[in-house]
């Protein structure tokens, strides 16, 4: 009954999706049991898409974070109304606690725009070392490159055409899109705020992260938080 319900309310997770919540609340242990009814006794199954053989390149050698606000990553994601009026998301996260730290939704984001959320952010959590950006014209404008000097914070720009070197946001906003852009068909702009940020708490808050050993970024976060607190007890304690 609980995978039934985990299903309708999120129709794009698969099973390892499903068997984290459902070890998470206690109903199961074992993936091969929540596979066994998950497949074969519910016959329930995602449609598998054929991957293209990709042609082999350099591996790229991405920063290490060890903490988090050591960097952000940030960029757009383009959708539209049901009308056709376009639609631009920003998204932001922390590579380090895989944190959705915003989703600014509009018809039109500009660089001061960013500024004025860059500066809410902060001021809930403080300040990042670094943010890696794309070439887009928000990223290269006067008022966020002042933000950035002001502030002492590094933009790390990519190569140009080389989302690779920003695999994290990318891997975010493949998932903002199937999970929530592709789901929903929005009225209005202040409708969309609304879906968008509710799947973006539930994001945080609920959706498991198999990066992190099944726990949502927000339990990641405040694990690391705790952990660092006894670290530091026990450095003053000797």
């Known amino acids: 009954?609980?995978?039934?319900?985990?299903?309708?309310?999120?129709?794009?997770?698969?099973c390892p999706m499903i068997h984290d919540v459902l070890k998470r609340e206690g109903?199961?242990?074992?993936?091969?049991?929540?596979?066994?009814?998950?497949?074969?006794?519910?016959?329930?199954?995602?449609?598998?898409?054929k991957r293209r053989r990709k042609a082999p390149h350099a591996r790229l050698t991405l920063p290490e974070v060890s903490r988090p606000n050591e960097r952000w990553a940030m960029d757009f994601v383009h959708d539209s109304l049901w009308n056709g009026r376009?639609?631009?998301?920003?998204?932001?996260?922390?590579?380090?606690?895989?944190?959705?730290?915003?989703?600014?939704?509009?018809?039109?984001i500009s660089g001061e725009r960013v500024v004025r959320v860059l500066d809410r952010i902060v001021e809930a959590r403080g300040l990042p070392e670094a943010i890696t950006v794309d070439n887009g014209p928000e990223f290269r404008s006067k008022a966020l490159d002042k933000w950035a000097y002001k502030n002492q914070v590094v933009l790390d720009f990519i190569r140009p055409e080389k989302p690779v070197d920003n695999c994290f946001i990318e891997s975010f906003n493949s998932k903002f899109r199937n999970e929530c852009l592709n789901s929903h068909y929005f009225d209005s702009i202040s409708e969309a705020k609304i879906l968008v940020e509710d799947w973006r708490k539930m994001y945080n808050e609920f959706r498991p992260h198999r990066t992190l050993k099944g726990l949502t970024p927000r339990d990641f976060a405040k694990q690391y938080k705790t952990k660092s607190a006894q670290n530091t007890n026990l450095v003053m304690a000797h």
Not at 39 to 46: D, G, I, N, V
Not at 92 to 98: L, Q, S
């Open 1 to 14: 009954m609980r995978i039934h319900e985990l299903i309708q309310e999120y129709p794009k997770w698969g």
């Open 86 to 108: 376009k639609l631009r998301a920003l998204t932001m996260v922390d590579i380090f606690t895989k944190e959705s730290l915003r989703i600014e939704v509009d018809t039109s």
């Open 27 to 49: 109903l199961v242990i074992n993936p091969k049991r929540t596979e066994r009814i998950y497949y074969r006794e519910e016959k329930l199954s995602l449609r598998r898409r």
